[in-house]
C-alpha cells in the first residue's frame, strides 16, 4: 500500500497543522503591528493567571492580540507534539521520523523565544521569533508534502527539471529568505517608515545619509509610532530590503521566463514558476502598500503573511523539482526495467518512497 493511503489522515493533519501556523504567523504580525508584543508583560503566566484561565472579558486592546496570538502557540505547539508522536509510530521513513522530531524541537524553541522576547524585553529577538516561524512553516509544509500523494514517484512521470531550472528556484528560495529576514530586521528595529516615499526614496534613487540630511529629516518627523530617531543604518536596511526585492523579483522573472521556453514546458513546474512571480508581485505591491498606508497595521500583516507563503511555493517547487531529477535519473539509470521507482527490480528494492 502507498505511504498517503496509509497515512491519509496523518497528511490531513498535517495540512492542518500548517494551516494554523500560516494563520498563527498573521496574528504574530499583528502583535508586532500593533506594538502590542509587551502588552502582556508576563509568561507564560498572562497578568498572573494561568495562561488558559485568563478572562476573556480583560481581553482588550494590544491584550487582545498578544494573548490570543500565545493561546493559537499553544494549540500549534500541541498540533506539532501530536504530528511528531504520529509520525515515530506510523511512519516507515527514517528521515521523515526525525523530521517530526526536528519540527516538535523547532516549536518549542519558537515558544521559549517568544517568551524570552517578552521577559527580557529585546527587541532583536523578534527578529529570530520571526525567522523561525518561517522555517518552522516550511517545515510543517514539506511534512504534508512528503506525506501526500504528490509525492508519490508516478506523479512524478514525463517530467524532469534541468539542473540548471533547479539551481534558479533554490536561489529564488534563498532571496526571498533573505527578504524575510531583512524585512524582520526592518520590523524589528523601527526601520519601517525610515523611508517615507516610494518608489523613490526621499525623492532620490538612493537618499543621502550624512548627519546635516539626518538631522533634518528627524527634525521633520512626526510620528508617533517611530519615536526614536532615523539613523543611517535604518535607511541602509530599508534601502537594502527594496534592492533586494528587485533581485528577488528579477530571478522569480528569469524562472518564469526559463520554464515557459524549457523542452519541459509541459511540466507542472512551469505552473508553479508563473504562480510564485505573480505571488511576488502581489508581495511588492504589499510592501509598497505598507509604505504608502503608513504601515498600516493589516497591509503590513498580508505582506508578512504573503512573504511567508512565497517562501513555502519557492522551496516546495524546489523540492518537487529536485525530486523529479533524482526520480528521471533513477529511471533512467534503472531501464529499460523500470518504467516506475519503487519497486523490487533484480532483488534490489528502490524504494522510492525512502526518498
Ligand atoms: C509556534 C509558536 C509561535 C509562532 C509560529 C510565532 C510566530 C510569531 C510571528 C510570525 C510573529 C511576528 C514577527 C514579525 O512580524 O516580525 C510573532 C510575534 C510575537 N510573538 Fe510569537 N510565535 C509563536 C509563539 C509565541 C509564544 C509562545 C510567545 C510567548 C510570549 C510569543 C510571543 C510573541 C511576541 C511578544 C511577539 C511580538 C514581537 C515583537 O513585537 O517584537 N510567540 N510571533
Ligand atoms: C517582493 C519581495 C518582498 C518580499 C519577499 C518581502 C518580504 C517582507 C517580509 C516577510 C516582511 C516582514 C518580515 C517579518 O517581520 O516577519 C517585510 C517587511 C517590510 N517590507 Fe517587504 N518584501 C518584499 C518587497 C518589499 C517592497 C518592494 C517594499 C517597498 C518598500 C517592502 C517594504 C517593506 C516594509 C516597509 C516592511 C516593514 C513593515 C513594518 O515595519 O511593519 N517590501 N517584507
Redesign the pocket.
Given at each position: 500500500m502507498g505511504e498517503f493511503r496509509k497515512n491519509r489522515w496523518l497528511n490531513r493533519f498535517a495540512i492542518f497543522s500548517a494551516v494554523a501556523?500560516w494563520f498563527?504567523?498573521g496574528l504574530?504580525?499583528l502583535?508586532?503591528?500593533h506594538?502590542?508584543?509587551?502588552a502582556v508583560p508576563d509568561?507564560p503566566t498572562t497578568y498572573g493567571y494561568n495562561m488558559f484561565l485568563f478572562p476573556p472579558s480583560q481581553w482588550i486592546g494590544g491584550i487582545l492580540y498578544?494573548h490570543s496570538?500565545?493561546l493559537l502557540?499553544?494549540f500549534?505547539?500541541l498540533l506539532t507534539t501530536i504530528l511528531a508522536i504520529w509520525l515515530w509510530l506510523t511512519e516507515d521513513r527514517r528521515w521523515l521520523r526525525w523530521l517530526g522530531v526536528a519540527a516538535f524541537l523547532a516549536?518549542v524553541l519558537?515558544?521559549i523565544l517568544?517568551?524570552l522576547?517578552?521577559k527580557l524585553m529585546i527587541?532583536q529577538l523578534?527578529?529570530f521569533?520571526?525567522a523561525l516561524?518561517h522555517v518552522?512553516?516550511v517545515l510543517l509544509c514539506f511534512i504534508a508534502l512528503v506525506t501526500s500523494r504528490a509525492w508519490e514517484p508516478v506523479r512524478f512521470t514525463g517530467w524532469s527539471v534541468p539542473g540548471a531550472t533547479v539551481s534558479l528556484i533554490w536561489i529564488a528560495t534563498g532571496l526571498i529568505f533573505t527578504q524575510l529576514v531583512l524585512g524582520?530586521s526592518m520590523?524589528?528595529q523601527h526601520a519601517g517608515l525610515a523611508v517615507p516615499d516610494f518608489p523613490l526614496a526621499y525623492g532620490q534613487l538612493w537618499p543621502s545619509t550624512d548627519e546635516v540630511f539626518l538631522e533634518k529629516i528627524n527634525r521633520e518627523r512626526i510620528d508617533p509610532l517611530e519615536p526614536n530617531p532615523i539613523r543611517a543604518s535604518h535607511i541602509h536596511l530599508h534601502m537594502t530590503h527594496r534592492l533586494g526585492a528587485l533581485t528577488a523579483l528579477s530571478v522569480v522573472v528569469a524562472l518564469a521566463w526559463r520554464t515557459r521556453r524549457s523542452v519541459m514546458g509541459t511540466a507542472p513546474v512551469r505552473r508553479y514558476a508563473m504562480g510564485l512571480l505573480v505571488l511576488m508581485v502581489i508581495q511588492a505591491g504589499f510592501g509598497a502598500w505598507t509604505v504608502w498606508s503608513n504601515k498600516a497595521a493589516d497591509v503590513a500583516t498580508v505582506h508578512?503573511l504573503l512573504g511567508a507563503t512565497g517562501l513555502v511555493a519557492a522551496s516546495l517547487t524546489g523540492v518537487l523539482s529536485a525530486r523529479s531529477g533524482v526520480l528521471a535519473r533513477i529511471g533512467s539509470s534503472r531501464a529499460p526495467f523500470v518504467r516506475n521507482v519503487g519497486v523490487k527490480i533484480n532483488g534490489e528494492n528502490l524504494a522510492a518512497n525512502t526518498l
Open positions: 501556523t498563527l504567523i504574530g504580525g502583535v508586532t503591528s506594538e502590542a508584543g509587551m509568561w498578544e496570538h500565545r502557540a499553544s500549534v505547539g516549536v519558537q515558544g517568544g517568551g522576547r517578552v527587541d523578534g527578529i521569533h520571526a516561524a518552522f512553516l524582520a520590523r524589528h508578512v
